[in-house]
């Protein structure tokens, strides 16, 4: 796998999976997508088997022209055990996707893992959440799992922060010390840090009101950037897209689930900027209205910016569809990550 310039952090689900396709061959080379397996507490072991199977051969298939991590930090015990009769090592040949483990896993959850990245003699990757304050204990657990992989395998970190808003002000602090203490454990292939910017909508989000909030993610990798370590330049960025850390924490919701509108989301150097959006053509002045308070923007990047900028316009004009969640989701996270990929290749600085 080449060293790749930026590692969203995917959920498993079809829009996620079109977004990271619909990339420019360009970016593409450029993009290697965490892929996240969400959680589902309470499903039988039949149906869930035939659930994960599907998600993960269809991440499979959505990763075939570049490379990539699968992995399913959330299962328990049950889950961890099915997944293991699914992810078998022989399940991982010829496969553009390499296996993800952690500290605290299940242990049926970090065997499977092990057990692929044995097999098919390649490297593993190890995510580390670090949602708070730095534990030097946890070096010791990841010592332990680089302990169990055979001598000269190469190994990815991926130091998690999760949630990183502004009430997080020490992230990169705490970032500093978990890097300084894991770094030194072994020679790894890929080092790279991922954070989650994308708010949640505020409690009084409404129909032609955008809501902006910082890209506190964002600042703090640059501030870990300017910490002067020697290791700075393997460092490699990685976010959770547009949608919050937590997003993939949670199960997918039923197909006649969540509220009857969206949010349509935009990407900017220095913010994020989410516009309510209602579900159903009989709102179509209000949702083109949700799609001009982004094209509206000083920031918007206009429609030569790719495909995302095209289709908001598009839906201010009425031009294109309504749409529903997926294909905001979908519009959103490939303005994102062209964006991303773009700012990280200029190396800009933030101020």
């Known amino acids: 796998m080449s060293v790749p310039l930026y590692v969203p952090v995917l959920p498993t689900r079809p829009h996620a999976a079109a977004a990271y396709r619909a990339l ?132 990815d970190l991926f130091l998690d922060l999760a949630t990183v808003l502004p009430d997080r002000p020490d992230a990169a602090k ?55 370590r020697p290791y700075l330049p393997r460092l490699r960025y990685g976010d959770y897209g547009i949608h919050p850390a937590a997003y993939v924490t949670q199960p997918p919701p039923s197909r006649d689930g969540g509220p009857p509108w969206g949010i349509l989301r935009y990407t900017t150097a220095r913010s994020y900027h989410l516009s309510k959006v209602p579900h159903g053509s009989q709102y179509d002045d209000a949702n083109r209205q949700a799609a001009r308070c982004l094209t509206s923007l000083a920031d918007f990047r206009g429609v030569d910016a790719g495909a995302g900028e095209r289709w908001l316009r598009d839906r201010t004009e009425g031009t294109v569809s309504i749409g529903n969640h997926s294909t905001w989701n979908r519009v959103g996270n490939f303005q994102h990550m062209t964006f991303v990929v773009r700012s990280l290749g200029e190396r800009s600085p933030l101020r």
Request: aromatic share 6%.
């Open 24 to 155: 420019a061959p360009d970016l593409l080379r450029q993009v290697a997508p965490l892929w996240t397996l969400p959680p589902r507490p309470g499903m039988l072991p039949k149906p869930l088997a035939e659930r994960l199977a599907k998600e993960a051969g269809d991440t499979s298939t959505a990763q075939r022209l570049g490379s990539g991590w699968l992995d399913a930090p959330f299962a328990d015990e049950d889950e961890a055990a099915v997944l293991a009769h699914i992810l078998t090592p022989e399940w991982w040949d010829h496969r553009n996707l390499r296996p993800v483990t952690g500290p605290g896993r299940p242990g049926a959850q970090q065997a499977l893992a092990l057990a692929a990245a044995r097999h098919r003699e390649d490297g593993l990757g190890i995510r580390v959440r670090l949602p708070g304050d730095w534990n030097d204990s946890t070096a010791s657990d990841v010592a332990a799992l680089l302990d169990r992989m055979p001598t000269g395998h190469p190994a």
């Open 174 to 228: 705490e970032a500093v010390r978990a890097l300084d203490t894991l770094i030194p454990l072994t020679s790894w292939h890929t080092v790279t840090v991922l954070a989650g910017g994308f708010p949640e909508p505020p409690d009084d989000f409404r129909e032609g009101v955008p809501y902006e909030a910082p890209r506190t993610d964002w600042e703090t990798w640059h501030e870990i950037q300017h910490s002067e």
